[in-house]
């Protein structure tokens, strides 16, 4: 069961290197990869002042990112967060060695960044196993793709409507 924590003395939760961690935001979560010694690896605006949240609304438009090495108490802050290797069960982690080699490289690297097809979850994820994957984007694709063909079928239902309606004169 993935352990729920938020740093207090009572509850300072137990990441292992490697493991990913999800911040719960007020509107959105977001992803980090636990290293070791209370650091994480996460994704940040490039132009975005303090780097350590992810949280206004120009990160979500942004198209960059730098990838950076903070404290993961700093990055949770008031938030919340939880251990969530959730993908465990369909893709077998790297070792963690090999996780940690790839991570540390990227440290200070500029990356792109995309809210659907390539976000923090993506970026974590592609350490961690190998592959990019992110069922919150992938959710937003979904809700996105139905509020489309919704407004394209009252669209359709609006012309259909308007030309019976010029039969009749």
Not at 16 to 40: S, V
Not at 93 to 121: H, K, M, T, W
Request: proline share 5%.
């Amino acid at each position: 069961m993935a352990a729920i924590g938020s740093f207090s003395a009572t509850h300072p939760g137990d990441p292992q290197p490697g493991d990913l961690i999800e911040i719960f935001r007020p509107a959105y979560q977001h992803w980090a990869l636990y290293l070791g010694d209370g650091y994480i690896i996460n994704v940040t605006p490039v132009d975005e002042g303090p780097p350590a949240t992810f949280a206004s609304a120009k990160s979500v438009f942004s198209r960059k990112a730098r990838v950076r090495m903070q404290l993961l108490k700093d990055v949770v802050g008031n938030d919340t967060y939880h251990i969530n290797n959730k993908y465990d069960g369909t893709y077998a982690p790297l070792p963690v060695q090999e996780i940690i080699r790839r991570a540390e490289y990227l440290i200070d690297q500029e990356v792109s960044y995309d809210l659907l097809g390539n976000n923090c979850e993506h970026f974590v994820t592609l350490l961690r196993y190998g592959e990019g994957v992110s069922d919150q984007a992938n959710r937003a694709i979904g809700a996105i793709g139905f509020v489309t063909a919704a407004a394209g079928a009252f669209s359709l239902l609006g012309l259909l409507r308007s030309r019976s309606r010029e039969r009749q004169y």
